[in-house]
């Protein structure tokens, strides 16, 4: 497969066969773990409890999917708690990825990627081959490494990466680094740090867990809803600001972190192959 770039921001792919040992989007399951930063046993409870995206096999939503709940499991939570968590999380997070999981970030960062780049390393469409391409794009020249070059530093938050924010264990909020949130509820035009989707509710009881979406309490049809909106958005901030225990959660950060593994990961056993 080879991508052509006609014009700014547009690829074409042209569909060639791959060479033996090319490396694809398509990963094992102790890939997967390693990605998640979990181990085998506790990807293969995620696995054995439905927790991957329905139909993705092992494909890079299955990845995205692993990184973020592993993220939580880093933030303390045991594997399962953490797999319904964010399971129920990402249905109210109001995502538009066509994925339908967080977004990574890499497709803004891959716009600024050189033909030659892309020409070598990115074989398709989505984080992955975008990953792929950032992740080598200073291969060969001087003081840069993989993951470290003009385009693309390992490891690194992003202004614009999908943050979760529970509050003391019964307020949802998502937020951006650096970016404002406009807030749906004011009667003019209002940015806000973070926004509030709702109340927590079944915390430590896994399949019991669920969000109450705001709206549930504060619908937008109704004439009622948008000041009592308000009120919600304006209550939940202020327990914000005086929790005594936030979790924070980057998935987009995550999400880049495993994709970052697994290249090393195969970087390895590539070396491995190449020394017998």
Do not use: C
């Amino acid at each position: 497969m080879v991508l052509l770039l006609i014009a700014p921001f547009r690829i074409i792919v042209l569909r060639m066969a791959r060479p033996r040992h090319n490396p694809t989007d398509a990963f094992s399951d102790a890939e997967l773990a390693i990605g998640g930063g979990i181990t085998k046993r506790q990807f293969q409870h995620i696995a054995d409890n439905g927790q991957l995206p329905p139909g993705s096999g092992r494909d890079i939503r299955a990845l995205k999917r692993v990184a973020a709940i592993g993220a939580f499991v880093s933030g303390g939570m045991p594997v399962l708690l953490a797999g319904y968590v964010f399971k129920t999380l990402l249905s109210v997070g109001e995502f538009d990825q066509e994925d339908g999981e967080v977004p990574s970030g890499l497709s803004h960062l891959a716009r600024k990627l050189p033909a030659n780049i892309i020409r070598d390393h990115v074989q398709g469409i989505g984080d992955y081959w975008y990953h792929r391409g950032l992740y080598f794009a200073g291969e060969g020249a001087p003081d840069t490494a993989p993951g470290i070059n003009d385009y693309y530093l390992a490891g690194e938050p992003l202004g614009s990466d999908a943050i979760f924010e529970i509050i003391d264990r019964q307020y949802l909020f998502v937020r951006n680094i650096e970016l404002k949130t406009q807030n749906p509820w004011a009667d003019r035009p209002e940015t806000v740090d973070a926004m509030f989707v709702g109340w927590i509710e079944g915390w430590s009881r896994s399949e019991e867990f669920r969000v109450v979406h705001i709206t549930e309490r504060a619908p937008l049809d109704k004439d009622w809803g948008r000041p009592m909106g308000q009120r919600l958005q304006a209550q939940a901030t202020d327990r914000r600001n005086r929790a005594v225990a936030t979790l924070t959660i980057n998935v987009s950060l995550a999400i880049r972190n495993a994709l970052d593994r697994v290249a090393v990961f195969r970087a390895e056993r590539k070396a491995e192959r190449e020394a017998k």
